[in-house]
């Protein structure tokens, strides 16, 4: 037993101070890291109760008879200090969260209360020999008539390789549906089979649909906003950025592309990798073979086009970038760098909400952070909406202007 305890003490230490300092760098053992950083921090109460529970067996069981069974109760104590500490930075989401409200100027009244509906698997496009669908979020209660919705367009993550609708955005969904939008949910072919835009086309024909079928849903066609994490995040903040560009919209180029808020969760924003920040494999191993079935080297304008950084420019809706300082997937270096340089040029808003300890995916768990986060994203929509909703048609901004610069030059500060 005495050993037993000793055993549970390292691997226990060795799974929290990973979290604190992950793998960055090493190919091999980057990916095993990131798993282990994100369950331990996201899920901090509960690997707290399961080592309580095990210690406590093996120390009833005589564990600490001998020296090692010492050892690993220290050890075990160290590492629920540490786990405690990550819980109390999860909890101090709120003060990161409330200095955006302020910025935003918000009014925490989210108004009448909604139950929830759920519309699976509504086909919205036919492309490439398959049928893309989405998951439609909504009021139970219908509009009162003459009442148009605020819509949200979902966009899950996954590398741009695997992933689904089904797995998430759902609290942020369930969330918002109760506050009266209707959500939509939608799938987009996958790489190595699909090639970069492949996934930026198909969101747009997401948009299209909804658009289309506003009436049938009871949105404001006028009002989309647009968010998602990681590859979705990248993907949503492309949306934002490239409005109503014809040449990502093959066969409907006529279709109104353009949103009206974009919420990108840990998203990817350089696909060059020009400050080193991510591993060189990153792109060598992976963008390079699967995403764009290109060589950077011969071709590093397409990188450079798929790269939110490099599709900069006044005309952009109000952006609220939310990151974690402790992305290993997502270096939060990027994000500072993403905000930054929009800031220097867009005419909108644009706020970060950095998260302390935070990994990347962390809102896959309906944890303390995640709805706190939720809590702020929904009240800086709720602005927009509002906003929206003051404005005449003739002062909404043209969502039509063209890229500008690369920001290979630009040296932000980091986020405070």
């Known amino acids: 037993m005495s050993w037993l305890l000793l055993l549970l003490g390292v691997v226990s230490l060795a799974f929290v101070v990973n979290a604190f300092v992950p793998v960055r760098r090493n190919v091999w053992l980057f990916l095993p890291s990131f798993m282990a950083s994100w369950l331990a921090i996201e899920l901090a109460w509960l690997n707290l109760v399961i080592d309580l529970v095990l210690t406590a067996l093996l120390v009833w069981g005589g564990a600490l008879d001998r020296w090692p069974g010492w050892v690993g109760l220290v050890l075990s ?9 990550t ?102 072919r996958l790489s190595p089979a699909a090639t970069w835009p492949d996934h930026l086309v198909d969101i747009k024909r997401a948009l299209a649909f909804i658009r289309d079928h506003a009436e049938e849903y009871g949105v404001d066609p006028d009002f989309v906003a647009v968010t998602g994490g990681s590859a979705g995040g990248h993907l949503a903040a492309m949306v934002a950025l490239t409005q109503n560009q014809a040449r990502y919209q093959p066969g409907f180029e006529a279709a109104d592309t353009s949103v009206q808020a974009c919420v990108p969760f840990y998203g990817v924003y350089d696909f060059t990798n020009r400050a080193g920040t991510m591993p060189p494999q990153f792109r060598d191993w ?63 808003s644009v706020h970060y909400l950095e998260l302390h300890g935070a990994q990347h995916s962390f809102d896959v768990f309906t944890s303390v952070r995640t709805r706190r986060v939720v809590r702020a994203v929904e009240r800086f929509l709720g602005v927009q909406w509002r906003a929206h909703l003051r404005r005449e048609p003739g002062d909404r901004p043209d969502p039509t202007s063209t890229p500008g610069p690369a920001v290979d030059d630009l040296q932000p500060s980091p986020a405070e």
């Open 77 to 85: 104590v160290v590492s629920w200090l540490l786990l405690v500490v």
């Open 87 to 188: 819980i109390v930075w999860s909890r101090g989401t709120s003060r990161a969260a409330d200095v955006v409200l302020a910025e935003v100027g918000v009014v925490d009244d989210p108004g009448p209360r909604h139950k929830v509906s759920r519309t699976r698997n509504v086909p919205f496009a036919r492309v490439g020999g398959r049928v893309l669908k989405l998951d439609v979020f909504a009021p139970a209660d219908p509009a009162p008539a003459g009442v148009r919705r605020p819509a949200l367009l979902q966009i899950h993550g996954g590398a741009w390789v695997i992933g689904d609708k089904r797995e998430q955005g759902i609290p942020l969904l369930k969330a918002l549906a109760r506050d009266g939008w209707v959500g939509f949910n939608a799938n987009y």
């Open 286 to 348: 992976f963008l390079q073979p699967l995403i764009m079935k290109a060589f950077f080297d011969d071709e590093p304008e397409r990188f450079r086009d798929a790269s939110p950084l490099d599709n900069l420019h006044p005309d952009v809706p109000p952006f609220l970038v939310v990151h974690g300082d402790n992305d290993t997937l997502a270096p939060v270096a990027d994000a500072r760098t993403f905000v930054a340089a929009l800031r220097a040029v867009s005419t909108s």
